[in-house]
């Protein structure tokens, strides 16, 4: 690797885990391999927007996760709904993309509305499963607040099902992952689903 590669890397993703001159060579020979020429006049930025956008797709954006003490002592749910995400499929480095709903009993401490959302794209900018996606937001909440109980629901769109395979356009995937009160008391866990999963429209 070139040094003023190794800088740009540095400089414009401190973050990131992607080699996007790797990226760029390999997305060259996926050209190749795919039958295209890559020396068409057409194709000559692609392999170059190809690591870029796989970059993009992998690299969180950074934020602080500052929590509050929970001065109020509010004991009733707090769910983000509709919380917008794109993901990238471990399986067939295909996009999938959808909706996030978050929500979280809370204990002694309680988070910034707008940060529910950052979580859901701390976990989504990966290689991932749906599942797993779900998962980690609950986890993480769990771990970082402490909460009484912590619910998320995930509905989402591949694209490795909807464009190839059994190719149903329109499918969509729903993961959930309850956690404490959300999980074990039947009444939360009922208010939890309705706020989370009620029809728009
Ligand atoms: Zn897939």
Redesign the pocket.
Known sequence: MTAVADRHLRVARPLGRVDLEAAEAAARDLLAALGADPADEDLAGTPRRVAAAYAELLTPVPFVPTTFPNDEGYDELVVARDIPFSSL?R??L?P?TGVAHVGYLPGDRILGLSKLARVVGLFARDLQTQERLTAQVAGWLTEHLAPRGTGVVVDAE?L??TVRGVQAPGVRTVTSALRGRVRDDPRTRAEFLALATTMRG
């Open positions: 499929c399986r067939h295909l999938f591949h490795c099902v």
